[in-house]
């Protein structure tokens, strides 16, 4: 009998982790659609030039996995360089490097043998980093004004798949990859007003379980260019 009391509460206190994770990584629900954009070509442009890149920058941040319940943490670094440069260091706590990956346009560049199920696709990782650069094989199929002044752009893949931005007052606040009706993968970014660029971003594959949360510590300006080689870790 005590035996069938303890499984009892163990199913019971399992059952309500499931729920309470299930529900944490449940997306907040969609603002409120007011009406079509006439020119959803216009808005597209308004916002990419918000968004694009003025300056080299360091970005120092924190990063922390959760890959289907294994947890891991650490520190990282990200070097990005006007037209569409971005270069991305993950360590942990020792030093030891976990992953680097450098985006070119939409080109991810990763090391020989480098995990690539962390980082978000090209147009995803753009977003992350608070900058609006959909991937070159989609189109533009339309866009809505929201409660609160936000826009909403949409893209579709030559596959049937959608990408959906979502900003407000010119600054990215989602992106969400939806199969059909389901949201497959999303990122969440806190812009900040001063400077425009993101103090917190998260990146979910929900279909693989998967979230990579990126904090931000620090922000430097760069008063020259990043050094070339440091755009292609593969070699």
């Given at each position: 009998m005590h035996d069938r009391t303890c499984l009892l509460h163990f199913g019971r206190r399992a059952a309500l982790l499931a729920v309470t994770a299930l529900l944490a990584a449940c997306p907040p629900a969609p603002p409120a659609v007011i009406a079509p954009i006439p020119d959803a070509a216009g808005a597209a442009k308004a916002l990419q030039e918000d968004t694009e890149l003025q300056e080299p920058l360091r970005i120092d941040f924190t990063w922390q996995l959760n890959d289907g319940g294994q947890r891991v943490h650490g520190l990282g670094?990200?070097?990005?360089?006007?037209?569409?440069?971005?270069?991305?260091?993950?360590?942990?706590?020792?030093?030891?490097?976990?992953?680097?990956?450098?985006?070119?346009?939409?080109?991810?560049?990763?090391?020989?043998?480098?995990?690539?199920?962390?980082?978000?696709?090209?147009?995803?990782?753009?977003?992350?980093?608070?900058?609006?650069?959909?991937?070159?094989?989609?189109?533009?199929?339309?866009?809505?004004?929201?409660?609160?002044?936000?826009?909403?752009?949409?893209?579709?893949?030559?596959?049937?798949?959608?990408?959906?931005?979502?900003?407000?007052?010119?600054?990215?606040?989602?992106?969400?990859?939806?199969?059909?009706?389901?949201?497959?993968q999303r990122v969440d970014v806190s812009p900040e007003h001063k400077d425009g660029y993101p103090v917190a971003a998260t990146y979910r594959n929900l279909a693989d379980f998967r979230e990579l949360k990126l904090e931000r510590k620090s922000l430097q300006q760069q008063h020259e260019p990043f050094e070339p080689s440091i755009w292609d870790p593969r070699s």
């Open positions: 670094v990200a070097r990005v360089e006007p037209p569409y440069r971005a270069r991305l260091d993950l360590f942990l706590d020792n030093g030891e490097t976990v992953i680097s990956a450098a985006l070119v346009d939409q080109e991810l560049r990763l090391p020989p043998g480098a995990p690539e199920d962390i980082l978000p696709p090209p147009d995803m990782m753009w977003g992350a980093l608070g900058v609006f650069r959909p991937h070159q094989g989609t189109r533009l199929v339309g866009g809505d004004r929201l409660e609160g002044d936000g826009v909403r752009l949409t893209y579709a893949y030559d596959d049937g798949t959608r990408l959906q931005y979502e900003a407000v007052d010119g600054a990215l606040r989602s992106l969400e990859l939806l199969d059909g009706s389901y949201v497959v």
